[in-house]
């Protein structure tokens, strides 16, 4: 089991952000020793050093579980982390209140050294991932009382600062185990010695992955389909800005995306947010009350309203619609994408060359049409963990074959079709030296982050205050939290 990061809002966080991370892969090595990324991860001692410091500060509390640095670990937020992992659905029954104390602990650790080192997370970097949990959990809930109630506050605005507190815990942390590992890299040598190391009937085996290219033909939008929604989009921006009429009634009964229910608003809207280039240079070129004129971005034609301009934070509204493509159309653009396949199955055309020269998606057709893995930026696919549906697409495909025209249909209703094809196919296999290098390469940096990671841990254990109560000392931590000579 891997531990999560562990604080009273892990419930909601879960849904906005993801484990430590950094430069490379997160490394997550937790007090309990559970978290450990492999089973090829060679377990470390933990140095014993006698600790000289003078705490800063000494109090009996009743309920103080644990104080590291400045930080107070309480017997109720091991309660509350048993509760929030059960409400997410993780057994408990093999975990035990010294493991979570380790981790909360070990949580702490990274917070106090963080600060100490002067690592800083401002409110205006974390202020809109809150604004968006909140929005997420609003629309899970239905209503923002409906989610005060939930997590037992007493109004959004301290549900708000509890999120930010939390994940800006979560932030600091983060940013100080990068720190930590840095500078940690491998020579060839190292890995070398990290992969002959492993005995042979313990390597890892490496799932089945391939080498993916497609072809996207798209119907052609006429001029007179797109001048069309222009004109209707001035139609009604003449009826707002002439004649009175509600920008926010317009969009509920028009607009075609899911912000239509709510008169087409977007609250908060910011530049940083993952919205088109030139819908974030129109909303952020406008006055307050200034309705657009229409512009067009990859998603359609829209016209936008600002409600209300908050230093670098804007409430907008819009209207987007989306030309209406005919029969004729879709059926050209199919026969086209039937002609282009029918000259690669002949040889008469390379896939790569026909993508290059006919497809429509941009993103893939300079690279001859290859598909880049999301996931770790790399051009292989792993079978067993790619999307489901492009999975689907290309597991019976052999090497060099081309598929069947696919129709792919976006949220907006707009068909596009396309076809793949494998361009090489690796089989699930031992890892091999040569063959695997830069996998087996991932490996070794990952096992001397995690070293890194554990001896810059066991050192600030010993630097820093800490205190465990009574209760606990006799828990058997991965780390020498308690201090003790062995």
Known sequence: MKFTHLN?????????????AYAQEVIQVDSTGVAKESGLIIETTTKNIKDTLVPFKRFKAEGVAAVVGEYVILDSDI?????????????TAEITRCQLLGKLMEDKLYIHQ?????????????NPQVDQLVEYMVGELGSEEKVVAYYRKDN???????????????????????K???????????????????????????????EIAQIVIEPEVSKEAKQAVIDRLNEFRTDIVENGASFATKAVLYSKDGAAATGGLLPSFRRGDPYAKE??????????????EPFETDFGFHILKVDKIRGQEVDVRHIILFPELSQETIDFAKKKAEDIR???????????????????????????????????QDTRFDLTKMDPSLGAQVYNLKEGEVSKILIDQDRTGKKTFKFLTVLKRYDEHPADFVKDYEKIKELALRQKQINTIEKWQNKKIMDTYISV??????????????????
């Open 8 to 20: 009273k809002l892990a419930i909601a966080i879960i849904f906005l952000i993801q484990s430590f």
């Open 79 to 91: 309660d509350k982390s048993y509760l929030e992992f059960e409400q997410n659905g993780v057994s």
């Open 114 to 126: 963080a600060r100490v080192d002067s690592i800083l997370v401002s409110d205006t970097e974390i």
């Open 156 to 178: 959004i605005t301290d549900l708000k600062n509890d999120l930010l507190k939390a994940k800006k815990e979560i932030e600091l942390a983060n940013r100080m185990q990068a």
């Open 180 to 210: 930590v590992v840095e500078n940690a890299e491998v020579t060839p040598e190292e890995v070398r010695q990290f992969f002959y190391n492993i005995p042979e009937e313990e390597r890892p085996v490496f799932s089945a992955e391939v």
């Open 279 to 292: 819908f974030k240079d129109v909303a952020f070129s406008l006055l307050e009350g200034e309705v657009s």
């Open 342 to 376: 029918e000259a690669i199955v002949n040889d008469s055309i390379s896939f790569r060359d026909a993508a290059i020269q006919y497809s429509d998606e941009k993103a893939t057709r300079n690279n001859g049409g290859q598909l880049v893995n999301p996931s770790n």
């Open 469 to 486: 109560d009574k209760d606990y000392q006799d828990c058997e931590f991965a780390s020498n939290w308690t201090k003790k000579l062995k």
